[in-house]
């Protein structure tokens, strides 16, 4: 054994296996365009393969498969899908149709310029339903307040189901059965709660991104669409002067000094409080659509799912509603982007696409297919309501650091609201001089 | 951190194998290079270049997809600018001497208390067991332990507290990470210390006892001493993984997959949000980040390799 070319030979076998395995690991590709001329499409979805929607999807998906001979490949990749994407975009492993919600689409995809414009899929007949196009049966107003991120692609993204954010209640409560529609309403219902021993809202402390909607629905009723943008995007921080935010920030501040807020919501981690609202132990509840579904398990006997819209301050201003989108886009460099178009085209089909409300119970991007019982009042809202994006849809890193660290506070009843505007302006300030 | 077992031929870095020279010394020498190059090969490849990368990143803006554009030290003056990464510097700091240091004051008084106790091996697994449990774990059953109504505070009401602390409070939210850190982390070093400790002779301490040595006595100067080597040994180790602490925070702060309050921060987050938490794909920013953060733990970790530097006892 001690002969030098026995270890030569083992030296060379150990560098040579060591390459092989990183030739193996670092080049495999899943082939995109298989060489027998049969169509194919690549598809990640958002979806684990165990939950609803993509049961929904997975019968479409065969369907099509049967119906244009286009053989389907899909990856059920989880919410992180588009991480998987921006690798793959760099090692040229693109799949040709993905889906995601706009705000993780639209900064990983349409900001860097990687997504296809889907204008051509607007104006497709719909399989199925020929009289219709896409752009017929889904509301332009979807397509209207989608963000460009800085992008060059308007049309980046087609969804197939949204989600609004809206004040939940239990239509059964014997405190205030009657849901409100002004601020000073919603007041009064709180008194009532607090007269009747109960906590009025329920929210979780450490769910700052649910709280904030407080403040942003506020601001939308006090200063107008687009306003809240304007305040995180001023870099001289002006714009947090205005009269109209100290008073959003007071308005914030009384639902707090009144104990309207439920008791221990300062010292809880979501969603304990959010289970507690469904047990009746507080009145109202502001959050997106999926609530109904998350909280059904702890729903108190006989409670009766409502919502209304979050209420006007004044008489002129602005009710639209929060509407988070979910959807497909098509990455620019994929293979078979025809095909992937012809999907979504598919897909928006009614019967189809009903799926998503009968079975995944969330509303379908098409208003004419029927809301889930627990959603009729959501669904009304968004059909009656102009629709806007959260936090008007500016960047989450802007939120997260120039945002969210004051708004806790304010939040939390550790600073007035007069305390709030001046940091929350420092903040501001302080983010977008980092940012240079 | 390792070092090949082998070293070249003891003492001698270069030169020829020598006349006088024994077979095995011979064989040994030749062994030295192939055996040492494979490790050395994934080193670089999976250490080195990924550094040298990141440095070359964060002299760019780069959105992870498009090409890069030359930025210079911007990066690192919006770094320098940014409260954020300041204050996510000020955790990281606080979590490897805060915790570090009572984490080691905990580990050196089990040893001393385990030394001589019964059923010392049943009870140093039970102390490791915390080790063993995913972070995930602690997140959630945190969550359920200590909230408003959990059995924390019926179990404090019960005996008569009316006004509880407010445990998840994001105040508290920190010092809590900070707590299950020492909690987990004080059963890994007791282990390791221990296994340390186990080495000394047991006449050392009864000698040391003979001459009227108390225990704290014979810790200063038998286990001190003669277990040093582990001791800064475990120093280092912890110095790194405080560095690296991530998953904790982002489990304990972040609900519904939401970023944790920028209060909890740790370096290693901040890397983590710049490039994939927010909208803003900032991977130059995040390759900065990640620079600092080596320089903070490289300049950490000399430091301390020096302040420990001690002769070595032989037992």
């Known amino acids: 054994m001690t002969h030098p070319n026995a270890w030569l030979k083992i030296a060379t076998g150990a560098i040579l296996a060591t390459s092989v395995a990183f030739a193996a690991s670092g080049c495999t590709t899943t082939s995109a365009s298989p060489d027998d001329g049969a169509k194919s499409l690549t598809y990640w979805s958002m979806w684990t393969e165990t939950e609803p929607q993509a049961a929904v999807l997975k019968t479409s998906l065969e369907s099509f498969e049967k119906d244009t001979g286009i053989k389907v490949d899909v990856q059920w990749q989880g919410r992180k899908v588009l991480e998987k994407v921006t690798t793959g975009l760099l090692s040229g492993d693109v799949p040709d149709l993905v889906d995601q919600a706009y705000d993780k689409i639209g900064p990983a995809l349409a900001a860097t310029n990687q997504a296809a414009d889907l204008s051509s899929v607007l104006s497709t007949k719909i399989p199925g339903e020929e009289e219709h196009t896409v752009a017929d049966v889904i509301p332009s107003k979807y397509f209207d307040i989608l963000p460009s991120y800085g992008g060059e692609v308007k049309n980046y993204m087609v969804p197939y189901s949204v989600s609004n954010v809206s004040v939940f209640y239990n239509k059964a409560n014997a405190v205030a059965p009657k849901a409100p529609t002004t601020w000073d309403e919603l007041l009064a219902n709180c008194q009532k709660a607090v007269d009747a021993k109960m906590g009025c809202i329920a929210a979780d402390g450490d769910a700052t991104w649910a709280n904030s909607y407080w403040f942003d629905y506020l601001i939308n009723r006090n200063m107008g669409d687009g306003a809240f943008q304007k305040l995180m995007e001023d870099k001289t921080g002006a714009a947090w002067d205005d009269a109209a935010v100290l008073k959003s920030a007071q308005q914030i501040q009384e639902l707090v000094t009144k104990g309207y807020i439920i008791k221990g919501y300062d010292a809880s981690k979501y969603p304990e409080q959010q289970n507690a609202w469904a047990a009746n132990k507080a009145l109202y509840f502001l959050m997106g659509s999926w609530a109904p579904a998350e909280t059904a398990k702890y729903a108190a006997e006989g409670f009766d799912y409502g919502a209304f819209n979050f209420p006007s301050t004044a008489t002129n201003a602005s009710t639209a509603n929060d509407t988070l989108l979910f959807g497909f886009t098509v990455p620019k460099k994929a293979a078979h982007q025809d095909e992937a178009k012809q999907f979504i085209a598919y897909f928006s089909n009614k019967d189809r696409m009903s799926g998503i409300s009968t079975d995944a119970n969330n509303l379908a991007a098409r208003p004419d297919v029927d809301a889930p019982k627990q959603l009729a009042d959501v669904a009304a809202i968004l059909a009656d309501n102009e629709t806007r994006l959260p936090t008007d849809g500016v960047s989450s890193d802007v939120i997260d650091k120039g945002f969210n660290p004051t708004f806790d506070k304010l939040f939390l009843g550790k600073v007035s609201a007069e305390e709030y505007v001046k940091e929350a302006k420092a903040a501001t300030i302080a983010y977008w001089n980092a940012k240079g | ?315």
């Open chain 2, 1 to 315: 951190m390792a070092t090949p077992v082998i070293s070249p031929a003891r003492g001698r870095s270069t030169g020829r194998p020598r006349a006088g020279m024994s077979a095995i010394e011979r064989s040994r020498r030749r062994l030295y290079w192939p055996m040492l190059l494979p490790a050395l090969l994934l080193m670089v490849l999976f250490y080195i270049v990924p550094i040298l990368y990141a440095g070359w990143l964060s002299l760019h803006t780069w959105d992870g997809i498009n090409e890069l554009k030359w930025r210079g030290a911007d990066n690192y003056i919006q770094l320098a600018k940014d409260p954020i990464f300041i204050g996510s510097i000020v955790n990281t700091l606080k979590i490897l001497f805060v915790v570090g240091i009572v984490t080691f004051v905990f580990a050196f008084a089990l040893t001393m208390i385990l030394r001589d106790m019964m059923g010392r091996k049943f009870v140093r697994s039970v102390l490791f067991f915390p080790t063993l449990i995913n972070a995930m774990v602690f997140g959630i059953f945190a969550g359920f332990l200590f909230s408003p109504a959990g059995p924390i505070n019926k179990l404090l009401a019960f005996v008569g507290v009316q006004d509880p602390p407010k445990w998840l409070a994001q105040d508290n939210l920190f010092n809590l990470i900070m707590i299950v850190m020492i909690w987990s982390a004080t059963g890994y070093f007791t282990t390791i210390i221990m296994s340390a400790v186990d080495q000394i002779p047991a006449y050392y301490y009864e000698a040391a006892g003979l001459d009227g040595a108390g225990p704290w006595a014979k810790f200063r100067h038998v286990t001190l001493p003669l277990a040093w080597d582990v001791i800064s040994v475990c120093a280092v180790l912890w110095t790194m993984s405080s560095v690296k602490v991530f998953e904790l925070i982002l489990v304990f702060g972040g609900s519904t997959a939401q970023a944790p309050p920028a209060s909890t921060w740790s370096t290693a987050l901040y890397v983590y949000q710049a490039a994939f938490g927010g909208g803003s794909r900032e991977f130059g920013v995040s390759a900065a980040a990640a620079i600092v953060s080596l320089a903070l733990v490289t300049v950490l970790t000399i430091g301390l390799r020096r302040m420990l530097r001690r002769e070595a006892i032989e037992i």
